[in-house]
T-cell receptor, first 112, second 113 residues
Framework: SQTIHQWPATLVQPVGSPLSLECTVEGTSNPNLYWYRQAAGRGLQLLFYSVGIGQISSEVPQNLSASRPQDRQFILSSKKLLLSDSGFYLC???????????FGPGTRLTVL | GQSLEQPSEVTAVEGAIVQINCTYQTSGFYGLSWYQQHDGGAPTFLSYNALDGLEETGRFSSFLSRSDSYGYLLLQELQMKDSASYFCAVSPYSGAGSYQLTFGKGTKLSVIP
């Protein structure tokens, strides 16, 4: 069966510090991968998506970047965090059944 | 671009039926999905409508009318555990087979005894 992992689960970082969030998927190959951010009490905003290794598309210009160094690994990074980067970061994947996205447990990031 | 509108909050009584509406504006899309998210948790898939009509999955049903740019999620025999946020989402046509989702802002459902 397929599983998706994200870490860390929670993170508190000072403004101006770097960020690296990791997402890995098991039990599938060549998935489409997605990073979302959810502000408190709000909907999900798509940040990046990837259809293959090294292929990254950005939906919203911002302080963040993404990379896909391996087929089932997706990384979200920032060189200098802003207060506005606080939120709940969710990784998701789709396989052959494109109508359904599977979400990881998320990382709750607080920037102080 | 795409936009989806859904009520921000709904309250219903345990055992009752509740309908959560979703209206959208999009130039073209593959289908309308619904996701459930409990406080602090990740969204989980509930249903998907590629074609107009009603899709039923247990206590949950979802409806789509492309001509009316409208869909809804129907929850029957409400249980306390159904208290959660519910998001509608469209899969807009896009290149490279990315099958992105654009989400509404969510409807917070509170089930009361």
């Amino acid at each position: 069966s397929q599983t998706i992992h994200q870490w860390p689960a929670t993170l508190v970082q000072p403004v101006g510090s770097p960020l690296s969030l990791e997402c890995t998927v098991e039990g599938t190959s060549n998935p489409n991968l997605y990073w979302y951010r959810q502000a408190a009490g709000r909907g999900l905003q798509l940040l990046f998506y990837s259809v293959g290794i090294g292929q990254i598309s950005s939906e919203v210009p911002q302080n963040l970047s993404a990379s896909r160094p391996q087929d089932r690994q997706f990384i979200l990074s920032s060189k200098k965090l802003l207060l506005s980067d606080s939120g709940f970061y969710l990784c998701a994947w789709t396989g052959l059944a494109y109508n359904e996205q599977f979400f990881g447990p998320g990382t709750r990031l607080t920037v102080l | 671009g795409q936009s989806l509108e859904q009520p921000s909050e709904v309250t219903a009584v345990e055992g009752a039926i509740v309908q959560i509406n979703c209206t959208y504006q999009t130039s073209g899309f593959y289908g309308l999905s619904w996701y459930q998210q409990h406080d602090g948790g990740a969204p989980t898939f509930l249903s998907y409508n590629a074609l107009d009509g009603l899709e039923e999955t247990g206590r949950f049903s979802s409806f789509l009318s492309r001509s009316d740019s409208y869909g809804y999620l129907l929850l029957q025999e409400l249980q306390m555990k159904d208290s959660a946020s519910y998001f509608c989402a469209v899969s807009p046509y896009s290149g490279a087979g990315s099958y992105q989702l654009t989400f509404g802002k969510g409807t917070k459902l509170s089930v009361i005894p």
